[in-house]
């Protein structure tokens, strides 16, 4: 099978996947592949150019069905793999020992997790593709999509339930850590490097090329915002201490960018880039509060109120015009959720 006969089939199966996101009522019984199966085939495709342009669209299209339908089952398998080995050792009827049965399945765990991994690789990788051609700007695109729903609040917190319960957990364990600090741990849930992700968002917000890939990219910093202030307040100390984006962006230039964004001739980048300057705002502070730096002198606001951190991400939108001609652009718009939010 060559690399053009596997592009082709992605292609008609994106195809026919988008058709049922036009009416998803019924993809259950046209869909009758596994999700992690599905997944799982599909990511294998991401590693070569030639492919990767194809199975990524597939992945997204997956997510857009799902998140219409209600259905996560497709978001999960990015995070957990091909179950379908694992599952038939749990039911097999074998006559070995429990010891060898228990290795077997723990041996599938561990290679549902390298799938994983991988996959949420290839797809970070492919969103550090160069070129401006239609083709690789629409790859980029559908590679933020995902990182868009994979990343999404509700997800992740159903993404750590599910495997808390599945381990057997009581609830009192720390929760996931980042994927840089810990490597291969099994408790990393959440196999995304939200630091690399933070930093192609960025990029692709300043895209000219295409308004649609600066949208995205703007919607999905709101995302990994979010991540990024659980696992800082999550992981706050010890071996597999979670060190926070947010304090990097004003050194990266990211507050510069988002405030330039706010003057976007596109409603919606705008409303984005005031609704990720807000949570930037506020998870900053959270964080500081959660590590306890509001009680300690050299780390308190000069005004106050929070830490010295937000002082300087707000200090930061200030002079970057954040507050300036922008601000006043969303208070006279007609769409009063804009409106609402150049208030606060």
């Given at each position: 099978i060559t690399s053009k006969t596997v592009a082709a089939s992605l292609s008609s199966l994106s195809t026919d996947i988008d058709a049922m996101v036009n009416d998803p009522t019924s993809f259950r019984e046209k869909i009758t592949i596994p999700a992690s199966t599905l997944v799982t085939a599909v990511g294998k495709h991401l590693k070569l150019r030639d492919t990767a342009e194809y199975a990524i669209r597939v992945l997204a299209s997956l997510l857009m069905l799902g998140n219409v339908a209600g259905d996560d089952s497709f978001a999960l398998a990015i995070y957990e793999g091909d179950a379908d080995d694992a599952d038939a050792m749990k039911n097999s009827d074998s006559t070995n020992s429990v010891p060898s049965l228990s290795e077997a399945i723990s041996e599938k765990q561990g290679?549902?997790?390298?799938?994983?991994?991988?996959?949420?690789?290839?797809?970070?990788?492919?969103?550090?593709?160069?070129?401006?051609?239609?083709?690789?700007?629409?790859?980029?695109?559908?590679?933020?999509k995902v990182i868009y729903y994979i990343t999404e609040p509700t997800l992740v917190a159903s993404v750590i339930s599910k495997r808390e319960v599945q381990n057997g957990k009581d609830g009192d364990d720390?929760?996931?850590?980042?994927?840089?600090?810990v490597g291969e741990s099994m408790h990393d849930f959440v196999q995304v490097d939200i630091h690399r992700a933070f930093r192609s968002m960025l990029d692709h917000a300043t895209s000219s090329?295409?308004?649609?890939?600066?949208?995205?990219?703007?919607?999905?910093?709101?995302?990994?915002?979010?991540?990024?202030?659980?696992?800082?307040?999550?992981?706050?100390?010890?071996?597999?201490?979670?060190?926070?984006?947010?304090t990097h962006?004003?050194?990266?230039?990211?507050?510069?960018?988002?405030?330039?964004?706010?003057?976007?001739?596109?409603?919606e980048t705008r409303t984005h880039a005031t609704s990720t300057l807000e949570a930037i705002v506020i998870a900053t502070r959270e964080i500081g509060m959660a590590l306890g730096y509001s009680n300690i002198d050299k780390f308190k606001s000069r005004v106050g109120r929070g830490t010295a951190d937000d002082a300087s991400i707000v200090s930061s939108i200030v002079s970057n015009g954040g507050c300036g001609a922008a601000l006043a652009h969303l208070l006279i718009s007609s769409d009063e959720s804009v409106a609402e939010m150049g208030c606060s």
């Open positions: 290679k549902r997790n390298q799938q994983s991994r991988e996959i949420i690789e290839d797809i970070l990788a492919i969103l550090e593709w160069n070129g401006t051609d239609d083709r690789s700007l629409g790859a980029l695109e559908q590679a933020i720390d929760g996931p850590v980042d994927v840089d600090a090329a295409s308004i649609s890939l600066q949208r995205w990219a703007t919607a999905t910093l709101r995302h990994l915002i979010t991540e990024d202030q659980r696992r800082a307040c999550v992981y706050s100390s010890g071996p597999g201490r979670y060190e926070s984006f947010m962006l004003v050194s990266t230039g990211g507050i510069m960018i988002l405030c330039s964004l706010l003057s976007s001739d596109d409603s």
